[in-house]
T-cell receptor, first 116, second 114 residues
Framework: AQTVTQSQPEMSVQEAETVTLSCTYD???????LFWYKQPPSRQMILVIR??????QNATENRFSVNFQKAAKSFSLKISDSQLGDTAMYFC?????????????FGKGTKLSVIP | EPEVTQTPSHQVTQMGQEVILRCVPI?????FYWYRQILGQKVEFLVS????????KSEIFDDQFSVERPDGSNFTLKIRSTKLEDSAMYFC????????????FGPGTRLTVT
């Protein structure tokens, strides 16, 4: 069974600073996909960034980047130049390409507060 | 930009009543999902739907739950006899040809069972 672990229940960062959120996962699959979703107070789930396991290059989306360490099964999210609008719950998620479904397995989330 | 929509945004019902949560996935998407998030907890997978049938379901998705795609655009989740513990946020998601693994979520329906 796949599991996703986020070991930081809460974090805070000063506006304009950089913060890194941790995520580890466990799977026996060789081909899979990893995601970070943002959930602001409105509770909408917003896709922030994705990473295909077969790609060695770390994904980047504007101020958001990941550090994907496949051997260590680690997938951390770095937010640069933090903004007040980044305040949200952040969920790490995992899926595989096995037949039948692409269901997501989520971690418990990290609550990020950006302090002005 | 296309988006997943869900109605209603908030549903209050009494224990034992039936509820239907509605979703309109992104047009031309192929996979459809329902997830549940109890307040303060992580998002949990309920069911996936592909080619007009359930492709996978979790242990949570028992006989009280059913899904349907009645008209080619809507995707519904029915709970036959609601329980207090069904109170949660229910998210619909869909994924398409360009990225079967990349799911786009609707804004959610908050279900409150009293």
């Amino acid at each position: 069974a796949q599991t996703v672990t986020q070991s930081q229940p809460e974090m805070s960062v000063q506006e304009a600073e950089t913060v890194t959120l941790s995520c580890t996962y466990d799977t026996s699959e060789s081909n899979y996909y990893l995601f970070w979703y943002k959930q602001p107070p409105s509770r909408q789930m917003i896709l922030v960034i994705r990473q295909e396991a077969y790609k060695q290059q770390n994904a980047t989306e504007n101020r958001f980047s990941v550090n994907f360490q496949k051997a260590a099964k680690s997938f951390s999210l770095k937010i640069s130049d933090s903004q007040l609008g980044d305040t949200a719950m952040y969920f790490c998620a995992f899926t595989t390409s096995r037949a039948g479904s692409y269901q997501l397995t989520f971690g418990k989330g990290t609550k990020l507060s950006v302090i002005p | 930009e296309p988006e997943v929509t869900q109605t209603p945004s908030h549903q209050v019902t009494q224990m034992g009543q039936e509820v239907i949560l509605r979703c309109v996935p992104i047009s031309n998407h192929l996979y459809f999902y329902w997830y549940r998030q109890i307040l303060g907890q992580k998002v949990e997978f309920l069911v996936s739907f592909y080619n007009n049938e359930i492709s996978e379901k979790s242990e949570i998705f028992d006989d009280q739950f059913s899904v349907e795609r009645p008209d080619g655009s809507n995707f519904t989740l029915k709970i036959r006899s609601t329980k207090l513990e069904d109170s949660a946020m229910y998210f619909c998601a869909s994924s398409g040809r360009k990225g079967l693994y990349e799911q786009y979520f609707g804004p959610g329906t908050r279900l409150t069972v009293t």
